[in-house]
């Protein structure tokens, strides 16, 4: 029941481009969802993230779209760079211990020219 | 750099040895947490520590590991006698508050037993 599915595994997306990650978790206690990016070598670092009250949270080029109903979110990369080529997770986790994150496996992003 | 520092940043143990594995915290962050990455996986929670108590060990494996975060020094991932199956990235983060979600991680510990 805590399990978070993330699709897809890997993306290739043309400079300018959007890029659109998808994550579905199980917990209906799931109530803060993150997501984390990583270089490689790297520890991840928090991108963006958003909590159920709200069914959209933007910040610059990313945003975190929200369906409650379907426990589902994304994460969308408007305008994508060669600089965002990175490994995307998105986390879930529940009031009182959201810094206890349940993640999904990771997406391999690669920004092509 | 006041940022979560962890050494070693690579570490290679033959079977059998033990692992030690270290992180400091952020400045003002008295939580710590302690993550496994496994290749081509996401990262998957083990322990989660205040100044000298465990809290929360519910991911660590029963046998083997160990955590601490004493008064005084860094927070310590202890694993013994290991085994080609503990190769993985570890990795510490810590918060200023367990319940605002904002985790800060370190740049990771790679462990490699040979």
């Known amino acids: 029941q805590q399990q978070v599915k993330q699709s897809p595994q890997s993306l290739i997306v043309q400079k300018g481009g959007i890029s659109i990650i998808n994550c579905a978790y199980e917990n209906t206690a799931f109530d803060y969802f993150p997501w984390y990016q990583q270089f490689p070598g790297k520890g991840p670092a928090l991108l963006i993230a958003i909590r159920p009250d709200v069914s959209e949270k933007k910040e610059g080029r990313f945003t975190i779209s929200f369906n409650k109903s379907a426990k589902q979110f994304s994460l969308h990369i408007m305008d994508s760079q060669p600089g965002d080529s990175a490994t995307y997770f998105c986390?879930?986790?529940?009031?009182?211990?959201?810094?206890?994150?349940?993640f999904g496996t990771g997406t391999r992003l690669q920004v092509t020219l | 750099n006041a940022g979560v520092m962890q050494n070693p940043r690579h570490l290679v143990r033959r079977r059998g040895q033990e692992a030690r594995l270290r992180c400091s915290p952020m400045k003002g962050h008295s939580h710590v947490y302690w993550y496994r990455q496994l290749p081509e996986e996401g990262l998957k929670f083990m322990v989660y520590?205040?100044?000298?108590?465990?809290?929360?060990e519910s991911g660590m494996p029963k046998e083997r590991f160990s955590a601490e975060f004493p008064k005084e020094g860094p927070s310590i991932l202890r694993i013994q006698q290991v085994v080609r199956g503990d190769s993985a990235a570890y990795f510490c983060a810590s918060s200023r508050d367990h319940s605002a979600g904002e985790l800060f991680f370190g740049e990771g510990s790679r462990l490699t037993v040979l």
């Open positions: 986390a879930a986790s529940m009031t009182g211990t959201a810094s206890k994150l349940t």
């Open positions: 520590l205040q100044k000298e108590n465990i809290i929360d």
